[in-house]
């Protein structure tokens, strides 16, 4: 073979390498792959190389944060004794099993295919998977709790804790662990004053007050409210 034809080869062999090199799952993702149109799937851990599955249509490769990500989900629910409120849930969790978490949502693999990109490690690319995974769970896990719960007496931190523990039941063997959930109940006028009333009552029955306690809560509800306003005199006219 000629010197040339050996720097021909060399070259070509050069190329094709090129073409079909990989990159590298990063520390800070979790690379899986598909080579049958995510029928099944591989993970490729962090400092393995990732295949770009040259010539074959079915493969698939999405790339999933390694990182905790926040999410919230907003609703209405009914407590005990059929009172309403809006609650608004904030969670902070984390993909543990990718595996198991592509197969809830598999069309990630068209919105999340470059490892190397940046926009393949944005969170928000992760807002349908959120809904489709963990929020709908978690609204029909907070429900279900909701409705044994007097929203007087409840106990917000017990509560929390208690969705907590029970909506990772449900989402661990999905791939995801929450790493802390938040409560907050937006609740109407007349749903405050019941509770202002119940716990104004707790404080009179603790002091052997209870008929007194009636009586105040009794006039304060009957008590009419005042609107004051203040108007500005009028100029003095001057005189023709």
Known sequence: MSQLAKIAGLALAAATIAVQGCNY?????????STDCGMSW???VAG???????????FMKVVM???PMQGD?????????????AVHIDYDYSI??????????????????DADSNGALDPQAF??????????RIRDIS?????????????QAELENKLFVESNKVLEPLGVHLNFITLTFDLDEQTREAIDVSTAMKIYDSKSLSELGKEVIAAKAGASKLVIESKQPEPAKEAD
């Open 25 to 33: 799952a990063k520390s800070n993702q979790q690379v899986v792959v």
């Open 42 to 44: 591989k993970r490729i």
């Open 48 to 58: 393995e190389s990732v295949p770009k599955g040259i010539g074959n249509p079915c």
């Open 65 to 67: 944060p390694n990182y």
């Open 73 to 85: 989900s907003r609703f209405v629910s009914n407590f005990k004794d059929r009172v309403r409120a």
């Open 96 to 113: 543990t099993d990718p595996l198991a978490f592509i197969k809830q949502a598999k069309y990630l693999g068209k919105a999340n295919k």
């Open 127 to 136: 807002e349908g998977a959120e809904n489709m995974v963990i929020d709908k």
């Open 143 to 155: 429900k279900g709790l909701l409705l044994s719960e007097d929203i007087v007496e409840l106990e």
